[in-house]
DNA sequence: AGAAAGATGAACGGTTTG
DNA sequence: CAAACCGTTCATCTTTCT
């Protein structure tokens, strides 16, 4: 925010009015119409704590988060109207203007989020070199530096690399704490893409670092104008397919597919991001404009295996001649658990599970269903039919006895989402954590579907950045597909999931090196600079992010891109630009 | 034996989509 | 309206540590 009365910076760097005003109408384009609260969430990330009130507050909370104090907000709404954003903006810029005072950032952590990692971390990390007093409500002391500071932390960035790059940015910052996180993330990779040039450049020659930098910085504006544009022209949302088969399925339809991917999306690196389908409005939105604008393919794994599992996977893959794994798992619950055939009601109709999730049902659930339906004796009437098929689709519940229903066993999730038997088990690993463990993994079938078309152009195979490891999903896949690992980073912050893979990687005679972190926060510019030179690059940057705060069955903190969790996403994007901009430059 | 840490069981709606 | 959903929290039981 008032950038216009910034000219003085001018000299340094070419911050066109176009740019500004643009970066400034995006988030609140998307937010005028309440759609989109991906939108608005790059900018305050406490916004979802508001999603509750009523529109005209919700307008209001948009604004102060911008910055604005509440009474001028309410003072412009009041002249503007509700309907015309832009024109409450334009008014709230001028009494700024005419207060010749930055408006005051609201800080961007809120009471909700005060336990986080990241604000404990982060808090601490200041505290190194700066006065902090441990009160949290001094959070509204923070200065304009350390609040852009917070906003960067909470996006994934490193206090450091912000750091750098703020200092680089100098004034600019001072004068526009808050008004474009976008810019600020532009700056950083420029900033980043220039440290990976300096990597390159003789240290003598300063002048043309300084030129490369600014054509990054300009190349990054342009995207964005670019996107802007893309999105006023075309602001619908996007929509899950029907059926969900995103470029194809093995058996289903003999329709071949072809897409064209955007300039900034091609590799190398190769990269795949998976998350959960259905996830709360304006998510796949915000994922897809941060990477690269590649448009997410959403598959359901019910087409690979007998269990349904829908989701997003946005990667620049080549999607002609891919090719399943074999044998062909078994496509239905009859062949993929015979045994359970033989108490399978003919009313219970299911062929196909639900998704297989993090929690079993309880032996109380299942203990009342088989004695409501031991009242009868033949064919229960509609109406319990209908209960306990209610509860078995809730519940993926199938039959073991007469009457006798059973959440799965963990072995046999095991073997539903295409990993070896026993991957998960041992290494002291409890009941629970097992069942949490696969239920956040990736359905091995279905991405290693979507790999396969790297083993013809990897025949030597391949070294891979892991984010969100897990179990070793994306590992396991590769391995199936008989593509060589050579080099594995690993990033998983479970031990008992940094150990299952350990374990798979030494029961497997893997020849290559695994090496892996605990933290994504670990992997900064730096250490990924570090890593890619001697590795000699990566050639897939793979992860399915926290999905916490964006899947159905979490009725506490279903917050969106910008819940505790599911904001790793923006690490991976982080990391993933990280390594792009370093690759690219070593060409 | 008693405390502390860990594992298990059970109950808990709401959003999104067609 | 139906159907689906990579989940969280709290009480209680169990195991491990001192």
Not at 338 to 351: F, Q, V, Y
Not at 467 to 482: D, K, N, P, T, Y
Request: net charge negative; proline share 6%.
């Amino acid at each position: 925010m008032g950038g216009n009365a910034s000219g003085e910076e001018s000299d340094n760097i070419d911050w066109d009015t176009e740019d500004e005003l643009e970066i400034q109408n995006f988030p609140l384009s998307s937010c005028s119409t309440l759609t989109n609260p991906g939108g608005e969430a790059i900018v305050c990330a406490g916004e979802a704590s508001f999603s509750a009130s009523p529109s005209h507050s919700k307008l209001i909370h948009h604004f102060v988060g911008m910055g604005f104090p509440e009474k001028l907000v309410a003072k412009a709404i009041e002249e503007n109207g509700e309907g015309n954003t832009e024109s409450i903006l334009e008014t709230l810029l001028t009494y700024s203007a005419l207060e010749n005072s930055p408006p005051q950032q609201k800080p961007v952590i809120d009471s909700d989020h005060s336990s986080s990692d990241y604000y404990e971390n982060f808090l601490d990390e200041i505290s190194d070199s700066d006065s902090w007093s441990e009160d949290e409500e001094n959070t509204e002391s923070l200065s304009d530096k350390e609040k852009t500071l917070l906003s960067l932390a909470k996006m994934g960035y490193t206090v450091e690399e912000a750091s750098i790059a703020m200092d680089r940015c100098g004034a600019y910052l001072i004068i526009c704490p808050d008004a474009s996180i976008d810019e600020i993330t532009d700056f950083l990779c420029a900033a980043q893409m220039a440290k990976a040039a300096d990597y390159l450049l003789p240290d003598d020659e300063p002048k043309p670092k300084r030129k490369f930098f600014e054509r990054e910085l300009w190349k990054r504006k342009k995207q964005r104008r670019y996107e802007k544009r893309m999105m006023s022209e075309d602001s619908e949302t996007i929509r899950l397919p029907k059926p969900m088969i995103g470029f194809g399925v093995p058996m289903e339809s003999s329709q071949t597919f072809h897409r064209t991917l955007p300039e900034a999306a091609m590799g190398p690196p190769y990269f795949y991001y998976e998350n959960v389908a259905l996830a709360p409005k304006g998510v796949w939105d915000t994922i897809k404009r941060f990477l690269y604008d590649v448009e997410p393919e959403f598959v359901d794994s019910k087409y690979f295996c007998a269990a349904a599992r829908k989701r997003g996977y946005v990667h620049n893959l080549p999607i002609d001649n891919r090719f399943p794994l074999l044998p062909l798992p078994p496509l239905t619950i009859h062949e993929a658990l015979p045994l359970t055939r033989k108490w399978w009601p003919s009313w219970d109709t299911r062929t196909k599970l639900n998704c297989l999730q993090t929690c079993i049902g309880s032996a109380k659930l299942t203990d009342r269903i088989r004695k409501a339906l031991e009242d009868w004796d033949g064919e229960p009437p509609l109406r319990v039919q209908k209960y306990v098929l209610d509860e078995c689709r809730k519940w993926n519940l199938v039959w073991v006895g007469r009457n006798k229903l059973a959440p799965l066993e963990a072995d046999e999730v095991e073997m539903l989402l295409g990993f070896p038997r026993n991957h998960t088990r041992g290494g002291g690993i409890s009941r629970t954590d097992r069942y949490k463990s696969l239920g956040n993994s990736f359905q091995i079938d279905t991405v290693a579907y979507h790999l396969s078309v790297l083993k013809d152009l990897y025949p030597g195979g391949i070294n891979l950045l892991s984010l969100f490891s897990g179990i070793g999903g994306a590992e396991v896949s590769l391995h199936r597909l008989g593509i060589p690992l050579k080099t594995v980073v690993s990033v998983e912050i479970s031990e008992v999931n940094r150990n299952i893979v350990r374990g798979w990687w030494e029961q497997t005679n893997q020849k290559g090196n695994l090496i892996d972190f605990t933290d994504v926060q670990q992997l900064d510019g730096d250490r990924i600079e570090q890593l890619i030179h001697s590795v000699g690059g990566f050639d897939l940057v793979i992860g399915g992010s926290p999905c916490n705060n964006l899947a159905g069955s979490n009725r506490h903190h279903r917050d969106g891109l910008e819940g505790k969790e599911s904001a790793l996403f923006y690490d991976y994007f982080r990391i993933l630009d990280l390594v792009k901009c370093i690759m690219g430059r070593q060409q």
